[in-house]
Every structure is written in structure tokens, then in C-alpha cells.
């Protein structure tokens, strides 16, 4: 790949990536809940859901997905099922008398944290993600090579994209542990849950009713 394409796609992933989305929910809500941990092994089931994309772009899966209008209904509204899901996990715990009520008990902010459950829910969110597919699809083949493997072209740059989102998931991780005092208030942490939960909710409803 030649110096200006690589930089062009550097670019254009590193904007992708800061910009707010499904993913930056999702490592913020975990953070809360497990402490940085949470966050940073959220962030490595998201960004391990990349390689996933990038192999089914490679082998022209994409192009089955994008010409049959049933493959990709399935595939968005389990992706918008399931961040519902997630909201309604948010909900639940505010709804629940005295979840988060006692900040210096075992089950306060920051001693949740459960690596499978974590790095599945990350995984699970990327994979699912239709806007992530339909992406990768679209965009990496503009930076592959026909001469070379497209195979191994496609893993090298979501390779870069996994660097990339890991750093800057991770530093979010930090920011929300930063404020882990200020969290573990019950009324703040009520109202963080319920915030983190409707806007999941309202991504999933609208992530459905696009078409």
C-alpha cells in the first residue's frame, strides 16, 4: 500500500473512531460499572470484532449482505435488539431499590467486573453493529491491492483500526475512572444508568427504523 492511501486511511479511521457512536456508549457504561478494567476489555471484544468485518469483506460475504435486503434487515435489528438489551440492563439497575445506594459496599462501582461477560458484550456490540459492516465493506476495498492477498491486506488494516480504537477506548476508560467517586453517588449513578440506558435504547430504535 502505497505512504499516501495508508495516511488517507489513518485518517479517515482515526475520525471514525473518536467520533461518538455505539461503541463510546458502551465502554463509558461498562467503566461505570466494573471500574477501568470493564471499560478496557469492553473495548478489546469491540475492536476484536473488527477482524471479524474485515473477513467477511475480504471473502465478498459484503456482497451478499449488501444485495439481499433480507441478510441485512436480520443483521441490523439483532444488532438494535441487542443494544436495546443493553438499555433495558441500565434501566433495571435504576429500578431496582438500592443497586447502587451504597458506594462502599462489595457490589459498589468498580468491583463488577466480569471479563467474560465484558469482552462478550464488546464483541457482541461490534459484530452485531450493521453501520460497522456495511463500513468495512464500502470502505477497505478502496485500499486493497487486487494484486495482493486481500485476505491478509484486510486484516493488516483492521489491525491498524483494532491500535487505534483500543487507545482511544482505553484513554475513555480512564476519564470515567477518573470521575469513579463522583460516579458511586447513588443519585449520579441512578441518573448515569438511566441516561446510558435510553440512549442505547433510542440508538437500537433508531439503528431498527432506518432503512
Known amino acids: 500500500m502505497e505512504i499516501t492511501s495508508l495516511t488517507t486511511y489513518l485518517v479517515a479511521?482515526?475520525?471514525?473512531?473518536?467520533?461518538?457512536?455505539?461503541d463510546t456508549m458502551l465502554v463509558i457504561r461498562n467503566s461505570a460499572r466494573g471500574g477501568w478494567r470493564d471499560g478496557a476489555v469492553s473495548s478489546l471484544g469491540?475492536?476484536?470484532g473488527l477482524f471479524i468485518h474485515a473477513t467477511i469483506s475480504a471473502v465478498?460475504?459484503?456482497?451478499?449482505?449488501?444485495?439481499?435486503?433480507?441478510a441485512y434487515s436480520a443483521l441490523k435489528l439483532a444488532g438494535a435488539g441487542y443494544l436495546v438489551w443493553l438499555g433495558y440492563c441500565s434501566w433495571r439497575k435504576v429500578i431496582k431499590k438500592g443497586?447502587?445506594?451504597?458506594?462502599n459496599t462489595e457490589t459498589c462501582r468498580g468491583n463488577d467486573f466480569k471479563f467474560g461477560r465484558s469482552l462478550r458484550e464488546g464483541l457482541l456490540s461490534n459484530v452485531l453493529n450493521p453501520k460497522t459492516a456495511v463500513f468495512y465493506m464500502a470502505f477497505l476495498p478502496q485500499f486493497i491491492n487486487p494484486a495482493h492477498s486481500a485476505l491478509a491486506q484486510s486484516l493488516f488494516l483492521a489491525g491498524l483500526h483494532f491500535i487505534i480504537a483500543m487507545i482511544w477506548q482505553c484513554l475513555l476508560a480512564l476519564m470515567v475512572k477518573q470521575a469513579k467517586k463522583w460516579l458511586?453517588?447513588?443519585r449520579v449513578s441512578k441518573v448515569f444508568d438511566g441516561v446510558t440506558g435510553t440512549v442505547m435504547i433510542a440508538l437500537g430504535l433508531r439503528v431498527a427504523a432506518e432503512g
Open 13 to 22: 479511521i482515526t475520525l471514525l473512531t473518536l467520533t461518538p457512536g455505539v
Open 46 to 48: 469491540i475492536c476484536s
Open 60 to 70: 465478498g460475504i459484503s456482497v451478499i449482505l449488501l444485495q439481499a435486503a433480507w
Open 99 to 103: 443497586t447502587f445506594a451504597i458506594a
Open 184 to 186: 458511586q453517588r447513588p
